[in-house]
C-alpha cells in the first residue's frame, strides 16, 4: 500500500477492525519512512454483471453513476444519503446473487425508478422524466395522472399543463 503522503510502499498495519457496514475492515497503517498514519479499506471483490446497453454496448456496473443519479433526482428532497446507500447496496447484491454475466441496463433503471416511486414522488418524476425522455408536458401529465393514486391523492386534482 502506498502512502499517500510520501508514496513510499513500506508501511505497518497497527490496527484492524470491521467497518461500520460489516462488509469491508478497516486497517490503520503507520508509514515506515515518514511516519504519518492514514486509513485504508479493504472490501472483497465480487463478481458483478455486465450492463447491456439499449445501443448494445456492455459496460461495468458502476454503483457511483447510479449513486449520482439518484443523489440528482434526490437533491432538496428529504431522502437520506444513507437510504440511497442502503438500496444501491441491496441492488448490488440481489445482482451478485443472481449469478449472471450480464443484466439489461433496464432492470437498473426500473429498480431505481421504484425505489424512487416508494421514496419520493418527486424524486421519482425528476428521474423518470430523464429515464423514460419525456419530451412534453402531455408526458408529465400522463405520468401525474398515473402517479397520484399511488401516493393517495384525488382523481380530481387538475394536473392538466397548457401546451
Known amino acids: 500500500m502506498k502512502c499517500p503522503f510520501c508514496e513510499d510502499l513500506y508501511n505497518k498495519v497497527i490496527d484492524s477492525r470491521l467497518g461500520k457496514d460489516a462488509l469491508s475492515i478497516r486497517r490503520r497503517r503507520e508509514c515506515l519512512k515518514c511516519g504519518r498514519r492514514f486509513t485504508t479499506y479493504e472490501k472483497v471483490e465480487e463478481q458483478i454483471p455486465l450492463l447491456i446497453k439499449k445501443d448494445g454496448r456492455r459496460e461495468a456496473f458502476n454503483r457511483d ?70 419530451t412534453n408536458l402531455g408526458d408529465f401529465d400522463r405520468e401525474l395522472k398515473e402517479l397520484l393514486p399511488v401516493f393517495g391523492q384525488k382523481d380530481n386534482i387538475d394536473v392538466r399543463f397548457k401546451q
Do not use: C, H, M, W
Request: a positive charge; zero cysteines.
Open 65 to 134: 453513476k447510479i449513486r449520482a443519479g439518484i443523489l440528482k433526482a434526490t437533491e432538496k428532497r428529504p431522502v437520506s444519503v444513507e437510504l440511497v446507500d442502503a438500496f444501491i447496496e441491496k441492488l448490488e447484491r440481489q445482482f451478485q446473487e443472481a449469478n449472471l454475466k450480464e443484466i439489461p441496463a433496464r432492470e437498473v433503471g426500473e429498480r431505481v425508478i421504484e425505489f424512487l416511486k416508494e421514496s419520493d414522488p418527486v424524486a421519482y418524476v425528476r428521474f423518470a422524466s430523464v429515464y423514460r425522455q419525456f
